[in-house]
């Protein structure tokens, strides 16, 4: 039995397993082993559960060009991929919209009745840039969602995505924005290979994008110290109506995609620092949006984990001593972004 009146929730769809990748690292199993573990570990009758409808055309066009979502719809009706690692079948196009709409959801669901919310969905999105769909992305899920969060009347948005890759896509999306806040943590020199310290926005979006570029493996103090001494502040002064992560759980120390070192109790603490930002800003409003993960017992672990935070259990957060490469990193963006921040020691 689900809780009826459950504050924190998850978001799914049985169809979100029909998008058929084949041998590839983006696959259903990832989604598949999340709600199992979910289920033995006896969460799954702790959480809310909403099944959603798919993104509307208007919704997708928030974010994305026509040619572009035509050219989804068509490569995915040939079974063709969009770029060499962007595999669709005949049910992708419609799954991607399913996705979007997963977001949307998560965004409704925590104005609505929840106070968290957690959009298990795939194919991903942060790679996906307002013309071009790559990466494993076909739409920009949580770009979409942004937009929909403004709609609604949240006007400015604070996006966290702590996918061990650049979410290029999303930094695109909202460059010249500055109602838009988007902070990024990622293994670099990395995929997609944007995202260096000195992308800070453009416009009047410069200072509303912070890049938190990592050595290969760095671990849960590195990602730590980058969100208590670059994140919080900022997001003080920010102060978002609502708070999104870009939940990719590839950070983790055995993942296939990458080098970093992160633990699940890690993913933990990141968790509980967002949620501290949300409850002072926006009453506790947080929607984590899936993006990458592909060891499968660390991706389910991970985001039980996030999951648990969300339910209010507390994260006892260690004495997060970082290595001299990791600190000569962080000094500099500081100095870079002491220029938005006033905040930023
Ligand atoms: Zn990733």
Known sequence: MLTENALTGIIFHPDYLKHETGAHPENKERLLSIITHLRDSGRLTKLGLKEP????????????????????????ELEMRLDPDTVLC??????????????????????DNWDSAFALIRPPGHHATPTKSMGFCIFNNIAIAARHAQNMGKKRVLIVDWDVHHGNGTQDAFYDDPTVLYFSTHQYPHYPGTGWMDEVGTGDGEGFNINVPLPAGTDDSGFIAAFMEILVPAAREFNPDIVLISA???????????????????FSVLASIVKSIATESCDGKVAAVLEGGYDLKLLSHSVAAVLDVFMGKEVEMENYEVSSPVRAQLDEIKKIQRRFWQSID
């Open 53 to 76: 409808g798919s993104a509307t055309l208007d919704e997708i066009q928030y974010i994305h060009s026509n040619s572009q979502i035509e050219k989804a719809r068509k490569y995915s």
């Open 248 to 266: 990719g759980m590839d950070a983790c120390y055995n993942d296939g995609l990458a080098q970093m070192r992160m633990s699940v109790e890690g």
């Open 90 to 111: 005949k049910d992708s196009y419609n799954v991607a919209l399913l996705a979007a709409g997963g977001a949307i959801m998560a965004v409704d669901a925590v104005g």
